[in-house]
């Protein structure tokens, strides 16, 4: 059970593991460009943008820039997925988080998955990334959570994403108990999807995650800071 000391302890550095993310259709370039400046006085460990957004972002933030692939199904062509992320570390992306191809997951074809996630693992290594897989949650049974994560473990790469946020539902408890007891540890958890309170984000954390991913990263940051200092 969360202690109160660990429980502060987590949101004291809330912040600090939140990638600030913004990935909306209905929003202009102007709409992006403010979210970048009022994103700037806080302390997070990315910002995340689409990938067609990265001119305009980059020259603008202090923070780390994160894009996406395969947004948001991930039944793109592993060729059109590859294309984006060398697209991505042109444009000065310092990370990539990628969907997962659910349907050979779904298909019990865990062989061409595994090819798959390997090759965009390397590739996206070899151009200096760090990329998440996002095997995106809401649509898995828990073993095919289960196999995922093991997969993504053992293709290299740096986190395991759970949701993209635009798929039946958002992150659960269960999903991030599932992946951390799947994995041996080598790959870090990223929880994302439908995040829009601290508490929320610390529960997380404390179940395992070690970063958040939510469109509502100053309202976290904000309700911690309050939550800490009272």
């Known amino acids: ?3 109160l000391k660990d429980l502060l302890k987590v ?3 809330l912040e600090e593991v939140i990638d600030q993310t913004m990935l909306r259709v209905d929003a202009s370039e102007k709409d992006y460009i403010s ?10 460990r990315a910002i995340v943008v689409p990938p067609a957004l990265l001119p305009v972002v980059v020259p603008i933030t202090k923070h ?5 692939a395969g947004f948001p199904h991930g039944y793109l062509s592993l060729r059109s997925k ?11 992306a310092k990370e990539v988080d990628v969907v997962m191809n659910t349907v050979l997951a779904k298909s019990n074809k865990w062989g061409e998955l595994e090819k798959e996630l390997l090759s965009l693992v390397e590739l996206a290594h070899g151009l200096g ?17 289960r196999r995922s994560s093991q997969l993504v473990e053992k293709v290299g790469a740096d986190y395991i994403k759970t949701n993209t946020g635009f798929g039946p539902r958002g992150v659960v408890p269960s999903d991030v108990i599932t992946v951390s007891s799947s994995i041996s540890g080598r790959c870090k958890i990223k929880a994302s999807g439908g995040i829009r309170t601290a508490l929320d984000a610390a529960v997380l954390l404390a179940l395992g995650a070690h970063v958040i991913g939510t469109s509502h990263g100053i ?10 200092s009272s």
């Open 64 to 68: 780390r820039v994160c894009t996406v």
């Open 219 to 228: 309202e976290l940051a904000e309700q911690a800071r309050r939550i800490y």
């Open 11 to 13: 949101l004291s550095t």
């Open 129 to 145: 990334l760090t990329i998440k897989i996002i095997i995106e949650t809401s649509v898995l049974s828990p073993e095919e959570i």
């Open 1 to 3: 059970m969360l202690s």
């Open 82 to 92: 590859l294309a984006e992320i060398e697209q991505a570390a042109d444009a000065g």
């Open 35 to 44: 979210f970048v400046e009022l994103s700037e006085r806080y302390r997070f």
